[in-house]
């Protein structure tokens, strides 16, 4: 894998990955909120990935990898391990390019999320819930199944299909003074960072990371990759450990990361939800966290968060629901 190649984005690349990508996905839209204005006395405005195709922003670097890798070989199957929006977004990428897909998932991973995988035509292969037994499984049918390995982060192809996402945002709004994402893997935060510069805009871009699992904030700080050694937030999509290739890029950035704690996730979450009555992930409301918490900073400054996805679990929500009306069913009987 180049590592230098991956930091290397220009503004004709990113128009010949844009123009790849048009027809897959959608061109999400931009929603700004007078709550949010008022409280932080500034501009803030949100790129709403939670309405992108199969919930999340991932379905861009998805479909850029498959893309490439059907160019050399349109008779093929791609494969991934994933428990979340990676996993549905390749299964969607190879369903719509004509290939095969085959997701090996954790045996712990949610329903709604393994029954969506499957409405896209892909294999689904049942493992035990470690990191170890996944990579182990995936590794196994790549070579039994001569399948093409797409990680869900730490690929050039993937870097550079996530930066579309800043691309069409700062398209819009070319004068944003910050641009705040959430980092996990690196994947959305790394893609930012190069189209930013690619675009030769004075935008500051933020990495955005819960406390509790805080391995990109400690990484950048000590210079060098440090794991993930604690996950327990409830971002559930940035339990992961940063990407080789996105460490490089972003310690080559300097970028700066700030990390804000459960409780303040939880407001913010809870913020978005009731003032902008859209869905988003828990992930989600960690930049909006930042922006909260560090107001100051943004105060008469125009900012952009990328909320980066909506696949939430409603099951739990609707079996309290069906609980809650059951004695009133039963009035009616």
């Known amino acids: ?115 969506a995988v499957k409405s896209y035509d892909a294999r689904v292969v049942m493992c035990k819930p470690t990191q170890q037994d996944r990579e182990k499984t995936c590794e196994e049918l790549k070579h039994s199944l001569n399948a093409y390995f797409i990680p869900p982060f730490d690929h050039i192809d993937i870097i550079q299909g996530q930066s579309t996402c800043a691309a069409e945002f700062l398209e819009e709004h070319p004068d944003l003074d910050y641009l705040l ?33 805080n391995d990109a904030f400690l990484s950048l700080k000590q210079g060098i990759k440090l794991p993930a050694v604690s996950t327990q937030t409830i971002a559930d999509g940035l339990r992961t450990s940063l990407g080789e290739v996105n460490f490089k890029i972003l310690k080559d950035s300097k970028i700066e990361i700030l990390t804000v704690s ?4 939880l407001h913010a979450f809870q913020t978005v939800l009731e003032r902008m009555k859209i869905i988003i992930e828990p992930s989600c409301a960690v930049p909006v966290a930042v ?10 400054k125009k ?31």
């Open 1 to 115: 894998m180049n590592i230098h190649a991956a930091g290397q984005l220009s503004r004709p690349k990113i128009k010949e990955i844009r123009q790849k990508l048009k027809r897959h996905i959608h061109k999400t839209p931009i929603l700004t909120s007078r709550f949010f204005n008022e409280h932080i006395s500034g501009e803030v405005y949100f790129k709403c990935e939670n309405f992108q195709k199969t919930g999340s922003f991932k379905i861009r670097g998805a479909i850029n990898a498959a893309l490439k890798i059907i160019g050399h070989d349109k008779e093929t199957t791609v494969i991934t391990h994933s428990s979340g929006n990676h996993g549905q977004a390749l299964a969607y990428a190879a369903k719509v390019l004509n290939i095969n897909a085959v997701i090996v998932m954790p045996n712990n991973a949610p329903r709604v999320k393994v029954d």
């Open 181 to 213: 994402t959430p980092v996990g893997g690196g994947g959305l935060l790394s893609g930012s960072v190069l189209a930013t510069k690619a675009l030769e805009l004075q935008t500051r871009v933020i990495g955005c990371e819960p406390k509790n699992a």
């Open 262 to 265: 459960e409780e303040e996730i």
């Open 291 to 300: 922006y909260m918490k560090y107001k100051e900073r943004f105060e008469n």
């Open 303 to 333: 900012t952009g968060i990328i909320l980066s996805g909506g696949n939430v679990d409603l099951h739990p929500l609707f079996t309290d629901l069906k609980n809650q009306i059951k004695p009133h069913l039963k009035d009616n009987e």
